[in-house]
């Protein structure tokens, strides 16, 4: 997610701006820049990099001074990072920053195109600023021009705009992304988030999606279509910087397990037309994967998990062998790879040097290597020859979740794909299937999360024991290993997850009096098999918590402790249950008072072997 900054007031806006670009730097960037109304004219400053950089390059700069200017931080979605990819862009009558995707930025881009205008970068934002700049020399008026052009986007969106004839002002309009607008006795603000202004004031004001807000120091205004003015009410926020950040939630993994839902829709979406697998990628949209032979899945931690999960899809849906490998294993065991084969490296940071490293392993030996990353233009995208993308926005706590979440997602997308392909599904059914990732799984996700009274109780009981295992059959025991990792990699309770049917040859010799036991079921055709797991553990006096989707629990008499219903039929209840296990391992951390976002020995990549 982008961070977006503007300021019109009575002092030098640069170093407002830096000042409020960092403090949005928790929304995740690759580069940054500023566009600042000098003397001259406005003059744009922006560099790949960290904020330092972009600091380094206006100190080579004495001229970048003005009372009125935007900043930006950007998290690539269109265009690797680099200078050229960076906010600012400009329009040759105006200079904007933006926050969001334009989904029709291409067909813009070919009807400017054919009106004469050129293009230097690969943005999205470009094509918006340049289609804006367009309509401003039909209509001349600015709040007018924001309101037509908005017309012409499809996508979502939060502008901030100066336009080169209209100084010291700022023109501000939003669809779906973040924006909020802000007043002191001398300046007016812009920002995507609370944490920006929270150094000038904590009154603001959240305009909606029929308004365009103008501000001229601290003269501001909101304007509808018609052109009569709105009165806002004007919100104070009592949160600190930190708190801001996390938009209120107490850690940052909270709110990114909150974000799943969204991030769900963002990564299936864009990977859908006409209602089925589409992914950008012409040897996957097209016959490339008709002739592959087996497919190799190579990743670390929670991204392999994920991993485990795309194979029982994959192998279900195609009936298409498939291998999933740990990457410090996979390239280090000389593994067997044939011509046909398929490698697919799953990274959240795409920096991960094993998975890297099995990148360029699999690339040295001539297979093909499909890359899903949530960061673009990251080592693993580009050095991959095909690029799935997830758009679960930056992930800033250690523990992965809403990556896992649409990697799991972009996975099944994929087993669905092949499966067509294949002739093993008909575009009936994978077209029944993607609704259900694109529609209801979110919603299931959603309701999901009310469940958090009842998992918080749980984790009352679960932080006052140091052995706690995970077990279940098929899907469910991938469910279980992430589960696992999960609790372990935040509360450092020692977990294990086992395959239910493993218990009786070894491991449940572990179990004892009130020894918890986690039990998943989604998969029906195993439910019978795994409660007879729970009366295995339960006649060793264990405590046991049955994670089951509804349905299952409706049909069978669970003989559990205690049973959470995850509200989704159980085809589609492996991502929701995942999400009611990333919960309970959040809220145990919690109770345990530990700094859950930063668990200790742990970091959020790990770019060293
Ligand atoms: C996730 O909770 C862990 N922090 C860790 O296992 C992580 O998934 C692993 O390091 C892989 O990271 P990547 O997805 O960025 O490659």
């Not at 065991?333 to 998975?355: K, M, Y």
Request: hydrophobic share 40%.
């Amino acid at each position: 997610m982008c961070g977006i900054i503007g300021f019109s007031g009575d002092r030098n806006c640069v170093p407002i701006l830096l000042d409020g670009l960092g403090t949005l730097e928790y929304r995740g960037y690759d580069s940054a820049g500023v566009a600042v109304q000098t003397e001259c004219g406005i003059a744009v400053y922006k560099t790949k990099g960290r904020l330092d950089a972009l600091r380094e390059l206006l100190k080579t700069h004495p001229e970048a001074q003005g009372t009125c200017g935007v900043g930006h931080t950007r998290w690539a979605t269109h265009g690797e990072p680099s200078d050229i990819n960076s906010h600012p862009h400009e329009a040759e009558n105006l200079t904007l920053v933006h926050n969001g995707i334009i989904e029709n930025y291409a067909e813009l881009k070919k009807e400017l195109e054919t009106l004469g205008y050129t293009f230097v970068s690969e943005t999205d934002t470009e094509v918006a600023a340049k289609w804006i700049g367009h309509v401003y020399k039909q209509i001349g008026d600015p709040v007018k021009t924001l309101f037509a052009a908005a017309k012409d986007l499809r996508g979502s969106f939060a502008f901030g705009v100066m336009y080169h004839d209209r100084p010291h002002t700022l023109y501000a309009i939003r669809r779906d992304s973040p924006l909020i607008v802000a007043k002191t006795d001398t300046a007016g603000f812009i920002a995507s988030d609370i944490p920006a202004i929270l150094s000038h004031t904590r009154s603001y004001y959240r305009p909606g999606e029929d308004v365009v807000a103008v501000l001229c120091g601290s003269d501001v205004h909101f304007y509808e279509e018609s052109g009569a003015e709105k009165n806002l009410v004007q919100e104070t926020v009592n949160w600190d910087v930190e708190a801001a950040q996390k938009c209120g939630y107490p850690h940052f993994m909270l709110k990114e397990i909150h974000e799943e839902p969204d991030a769900l829709r963002r990564t299936v979406m864009p990977h859908l037309k006409d209602g089925v697998p589409f992914f950008g990628v012409p040897m996957l949209d097209g016959d490339g994967l008709k002739d592959v032979g087996t497919i190799h899945i190579v990743a670390c931690g929670t991204a392999m998990h994920a991993g485990l999960l795309g194979r029982a899809w994959i192998e279900r849906f195609a009936r298409i062998r498939v291998d999933v490998d740990i990457a410090s294993e996979f390239r280090y065991r000389n593994p067997v790879l044939a011509p046909n084969d398929l490698v697919v490296l799953i990274s959240q940071s795409g920096e991960t040097a094993d998975t890297l490293a099995a990148l360029r392993l699999a690339k040295s030996r001539g297979v093909h290597t499909l890359a899903i990353v949530n960061v673009v233009g990251s080592s693993v995208a580009r050095e991959a020859d095909d690029v799935i993308y997830t758009w679960a926005g930056p992930e800033i706590a250690v523990a992965s979740t809403k990556a896992y979440i649409v990697q799991c997602a972009t996975l099944r997308l994929f087993a669905l794909r092949l499966a067509f392909v294949h002739g093993k599904m008909s575009e009936e059914d994978v077209r029944t299937r993607c609704s259900a990732l694109a529609q209801e799984m979110p919603a299931e996700i959603s309701e999901t999360l009310q469940l958090a009274p009842q998992l918080n109780e749980i984790a009352r009981r679960f932080k006052e024991h140091e052995h706690i295992f995970y077990i279940g059959r098929g899907v469910d025991s991938h469910l279980c290993t992430e589960g696992s990792l999960k609790l372990k990699e935040i509360s450092y309770i020692h977990c294990e997850a086992y395959a239910a049917g493993e218990l009786k040859h070894g491991t449940i010799s572990l179990v004892e009096e009130g020894t918890p036991v986690v039990v998943v079921i989604t998969e029906d055709s195993l439910a019978e098999k795994t409660i007879s797991g729970i009366r295995e553990v339960r006649a060793r006096g264990a405590y046991v918590v049955c994670f089951c989707a509804s349905a299952v629990a409706d049909r069978y008499s669970i003989p559990a402790d205690e049973i959470v219903r995850i509200p989704a039929p159980a085809e589609d209840a492996p991502l929701p249950l995942m999400t009611a296990l990333q919960m309970l391992a959040y809220y145990t951390s919690f109770e345990m008072g530990l700094d859950v976002d930063r668990p200790r020995n742990l970091a959020k990549s790990v770019t060293v072997e």
